[in-house]
C-alpha cells in the first residue's frame, strides 16, 4: 500500500453481514474526524469539481502551517473520479489548462493506467509532488 494513513469511508462490499449507517457511528462518537459531504445534481458535475479543488487548497494551507508548526511532512491529496477510463487523461488536461495546477501533480491511477507504481518508492516523502489522483472505481472499490 502507497499512502501512510488511510482515513474514509467506503462502501461496503457485497459480502458484509452488517451494516451501520454513517449517522448511527456519528452518534455514538465514533467518528472522530469533521465529516462533510457535499451534493450535487449530476447536471452540476462542473461545479462539485470546483469546489472540491477550492476545499483542497484550503485544506492544502492548513497542512502547509501544521506540517511547518509539527516539523513533520504533511501532504493532501484529493482523489478524482472520472465517469469512465477514457475521460481520465481529457480530466487531467483540464485541470491543468483550466485550473492551472501543474501537470506533475496529477496521476491517473485505473486499470489499465497505473501511474502510481512509478513513484511509489517516494510517494511518502517530500519529494513526491502528487496532489491530485483521478481513478474511476477504485473508490468504489474501497481504494484510497
Known amino acids: 500500500m502507497l499512502a501512510a494513513y488511510v482515513v474514509g469511508i467506503v462502501n461496503p ?10 449517522a448511527e457511528l456519528k452518534a455514538e462518537n465514533m467518528v ?14 462542473e461545479q ?9 487548497s484550503d485544506l492544502e494551507r492548513l497542512a502547509a502551517a ?6 513533520e511532512y504533511l501532504r493532501t491529496i484529493l482523489l478524482i473520479q ?3 477510463v477514457d475521460a481520465c487523461e481529457l480530466l487531467r488536461e483540464r485541470l491543468v489548462s483550466e485550473y ?14 497505473e ?3 512509478d513513484i511509489a518508492s517516494i510517494f511518502n516523502t517530500a519529494k513526491c509532488q502528487v496532489r491530485h489522483i483521478i481513478t474511476v472505481q477504485k ?3 474501497g481504494w484510497a
Open 115 to 117: 501511474e502510481l507504481e
Open 100 to 113: 492551472g495546477i501543474e501537470r506533475e501533480h496529477i496521476k491517473i491511477s485505473t486499470g489499465s493506467k
Open 66 to 71: 501544521e506540517s511547518q508548526a509539527m516539523g
Open 13 to 22: 462490499p457485497s459480502n458484509v453481514l452488517h451494516c451501520v449507517p454513517t
Open 48 to 56: 462539485l469539481l470546483s469546489d472540491a479543488l477550492t476545499l483542497h
Open 32 to 45: 472522530k474526524l469533521p465529516l462533510r459531504v457535499s451534493t450535487r445534481h449530476p447536471s452540476q458535475k
Open 82 to 84: 472520472a465517469e469512465r
Open 139 to 141: 473508490l468504489r472499490e
